[in-house]
């Protein structure tokens, strides 16, 4: 149960050791006093004291050895056949022997003989190939280990991460060969050279597995096994020499099954044609591949196998799969590649944090190198300002971090929870509480609701069920990959749905307590105000009757809407109907009505919006222009309700634009989040109002 950063720190660590037991290794290697090099298909030398010689053979002063220009080869198996590899090994193991036992003497085309002393490789006298080489074996590892390490298992990680692996492996081996000063024992450069054979057909295997598996599964699990079972038989083959050339025997291999793992990446194109977020991040995957991989088959595989051509520096080409590797890094940032999202930026500012950290330890090292005065202040600063603080700091952050007190929880969780509810109503808030308290690398949820809290993954995963959705809750990785979930987390995350009962109990109280008081106010309203609308009504003459009447509907619209009950659509259209129909008739206007309702129900605020914007329209038709007929159309049907109310007569020249009345309308139905509109054509003026009805709204069977 170690948590992400650890994982991490320690797949970090054997990466750096494997990269010092690789400059160890190459340390071995012997050297001469004499430097080698070719030129014009003949091995020159320059002496100790400078002079310059073509070699023509070696010698230990019993045999001879000739000087082939073929012994300086960077990479060995470019040669025509594994009897021609065979005698290479063979022959650097006699110059080996020779110079170890002290025997070797260098024969130049003069006749002249001088004899070749062993010395001593160090680390400054390592090429900067051999640097470069082993920097981006392990630059491209470190990439790989960081997707690896938090992403989600499946075939198509294990296989990039794979693909780093042998991509360090053969670099590496080649970065020892490829670099050696001339000598090098036949049996450990054999050796080596299978190593880098052995990487060279896991990287292509593995690439080819991971081109059938990413974005979209392969057809069959079959596939990726089908690749390393391919590479392995090659590399019996290799090995064992089964066939008369490197090119049969190895360089084909790796060519085939890469162009195999190509018609992958093809058969995924052709999958993802429907699905432009995948295709988009497939599109990254192959360009960043061929781009790393197209110049290596063209400036070194290609012409060993069709000797045809000399082949390019491998070492140089072997930087191009870095490149690859960049582009997988720059794709996650882009496109999210394999689900890392947030983690790849905790992992990398982490990363570079701990570089950073390094780097200021140099700069101090060499500045407390200055005289005894200047460093005996430096110390005693820093054992004071840094030292003591770090120690303290580091103290809480071991063994008190993961005991969070009752204020320190409550004082992250509460506030997250109050403000989710108050901006979105549905949800309960939870996942924001647990955000704040635990500060997860990564929050997602599954459809559906676990019995209690529990923890899996070996305390990767903290599963936490909400307790207002159907819906589980997986926190990974706490405080930002810092350690892992445990028992005293389970308890806290009990504490935040207790936290949540307690918040939802104080929020229906107060909603209870309001509703209460809404009821008060209302039956004040209805008892007092009602009856005294009502006597009036029977008192008032015949021309006021329909201004009272309005006001006794205001009132009866104010007091449905405080009770706070929703209503059918059907029976909405109804009572619109009749406040309608009395008003059209106390002004002498006919009314048209044609009205679709569906079983829809209309919440009591959306009734009371659309019955004032009802009124407010028919209220400007009757009053503010000559109007003999009014049309009102209402449609319930797809999901939306529809109100065109139209009437005839010319509106005056003043009132023929925009009002007040025309904008609280429009006001009214952006509120419901619909659409208002109205236009005069001809002798007809007409008022459109469009709004959606709630998809989840229930019908009127399943509200009774």
Known sequence: MFSLKTRITTGLVLVAVYGFLTVALALTLPASDITFGTHDDRIDAVLPNNRAVTVAAFSDGVSTQPADPILLLEEPDVVATYADLN??????????????????VLIDTDGG????????????????????????????????????????????????AITGLSYVLFSSAAAIYSTRDFFMPGPLFSWLSGINHLGALLFSASLGAFLWNYPRKAP?????????????????????????????????????????????????WRGTRTQPGHRSALRWVISSILVGTAFFA???????????AEPASQGLLFTTFLLMYLGMALGVVRHR???????WFSLWSWLLGGLFIMLTDLVLALILSLSAPV???????????????????????LFLSNHQELEEWLSQALPAMLEAQRHTQPRSGVQEALQAVFQPLALESLPHTTSAIALSDKGETLKVPDPAEPRTWLLHHARQGERVFNRHDMRTAGLVLA?????????????????????????????????????????????????????????????????????????????????????????????????????????ASEFSELTRILREAVTNALKHASTKQLSVVLDGEAGSLTMVIENDGAMPARENRTGRGLDIMASRARKLGGRFQHEHQADRWRVILGIPLAAGAPTLEGSR
Request: charged share 20%.
């Open 113 to 160: 003989r001088h004899p070749v002393s062993p010395a001593r490789r160090t680390v400054t006298q390592l090429p900067g190939l051999f640097w470069l080489q082993l920097l981006c074996g392990l630059s491209g590892m470190v990439i790989c280990l960081l997707v690896w390490v938090p992403a989600k298992r499946d075939v198509a990680i294990h296989s990039f």
């Open 220 to 268: 069959s699990r079959w596939v990726a096994t089908g690749f390393y079972l391919a590479s392995a038989l090659a590399i019996v083959i290799d090995q064992l020499q089964l066939t008369d050339r490197p090119a049969e025997g190895f360089h084909s291999w790796v060519l085939g099954i890469f162009l195999i793992g190509l018609l992958g990446a093809a058969w995924q």
């Open 87 to 104: 005698r290479f090994f063979l022959g650097h193991q006699q110059l080996a022997d020779w110079l170890a036992n002290g025997t070797l």
């Open 499 to 603: 936290l949540h009962q307690l918040v939802n109990q104080a929020d229906r109280a107060h909603a209870t307590g309001a509703r209460e008081e809404r009821l008060r106010i209302r039956r004040d309203i209805h008892d007092d105000l009602g009856a005294k609308l009502l006597q009036l009504l029977h008192r008032s003459t015949d021309t006021t009757k329909p201004l009272v009447r309005e006001a006794i509907h205001d009132l009866r619209d104010l007091l449905k809407d405080m009770e706070g009950e929703s209503l059918s659509l059907e029976a909405a259209m109804l009572q619109w109907h009749e406040e309608t129909a009395q008003r059209c008739e106390d002004h002498g206007t006919r009314l048209q009505w044609r009205a679709h309702p569906t079983g829809t129900v209309l919440a």
């Open 298 to 308: 063209g400036g070194m595989i290609l012409p060993a196998m069709l000797q045809v």
């Open 375 to 397: 460093t005996l202040t430096l110390s005693v600063a820093l054992i004071g300002w840094l030292y003591f603080p770090l120690r303290q700091y580091l103290w809480r952050k």
């Open 337 to 343: 590649l394999f689900n890392l999202d947030q983690w």
